[in-house]
């Protein structure tokens, strides 16, 4: 079946640190990828997707670069911030077949950012 | 309403007890998703409703869950005789409908403790 690796953390790093969070999938076909995130005390949000191979998934200064290749999601932000703390999940969901509307997830990786 | 909302936001519980988890998912989303994260791991599916049907319900660990949508809206996942092994955040999620071009919103979860 479909997985999810990602590294173990805890990561703690100082503001302005750069940030790699690495992630690679095993899974049928070619699954969209996404990379969600929980701050302390809230709900599961998505922070950016990928759909097909190639694609560069963006937003708030994070990236991550579908790499069929090497089956991989990477993480990366340039210049960390203290709000950037909070727990990182990798995910994959396939874009067809019976069971499209499933998320797996990896373990996530918490983030500890230092002022 | 706004996002997806789930009550309560924390239960204690007995070992033995029964306990009901309830989801409000945003107004008008058809597909809705209950998912199990449990300490230091990502979430896992349980159980997916399209409407008022479980679509897909291969996730939920044994008969002492059940989940139920009777009205297409507000959804309940019930569990009987609970046990310690039970303890887990227990996240709803929904959407407007179950294609992947569709993201998910996630609600901020109930935590249940077994003791």
């Known amino acids: 079946g479909d997985s999810v690796t990602q590294m173990e953390g805890p990561v703690t790093l100082s503001e302005e640190a750069f940030l790699t969070i690495n992630c690679t999938y095993t899974?049928?076909?070619?699954?969209?990828l996404f990379w969600y995130v929980q701050y302390p005390g809230e709900g599961l949000q998505l922070l950016l997707k990928?759909?097909?191979?190639?694609d560069k998934g963006s937003n708030k200064g994070f990236e991550a670069t579908y790499r069929k290749e090497t089956t991989s999601f990477h993480l990366e932000k340039g210049s960390v911030q203290v709000s950037d703390s909070a727990v990182y999940f990798c995910?994959?969901?396939?874009?067809?077949?019976?069971?499209?509307?499933?998320?797996?997830f990896g373990k996530g990786t918490l983030l500890t950012v230092n002022p | 309403g706004a996002g997806v909302s789930q009550t309560p936001s924390n239960k204690v519980t007995e070992k033995g007890k029964y306990v009901e988890l309830r989801c409000d998912p945003i107004?008008?989303?058809?597909?809705l998703y209950w998912y199990r994260q449990s300490l230091g791991q990502g979430p896992e599916f349980l159980i997916y409703?399209?409407?008022?049907?479980?679509?897909?319900d291969s996730g939920l660990p044994n008969d002492r869950f059940f989940a139920v949508r009777p009205e297409g809206s507000v959804s309940t996942l019930k569990i009987q005789r609970t046990e310690r092994g039970d303890s887990a955040v227990y996240l709803c999620?929904?959407?407007?409908?179950?294609?992947?071009?569709?993201?998910?919103?996630f609600g901020s979860g109930t935590r249940l403790t077994v003791v």
């Open positions: 999620a929904s959407s407007p409908r179950d294609s992947p071009i569709y993201g998910y919103t």
């Open positions: 899974a049928t076909g070619y699954p969209s």
């Open positions: 990928a759909t097909k191979a190639d």
């Open positions: 995910a994959l969901r396939q874009n067809s077949g019976g069971s499209n509307y499933k998320l797996t």
């Open positions: 107004s008008g989303h058809t597909a």
């Open positions: 409703f399209q409407g008022t049907g479980a679509a897909d």
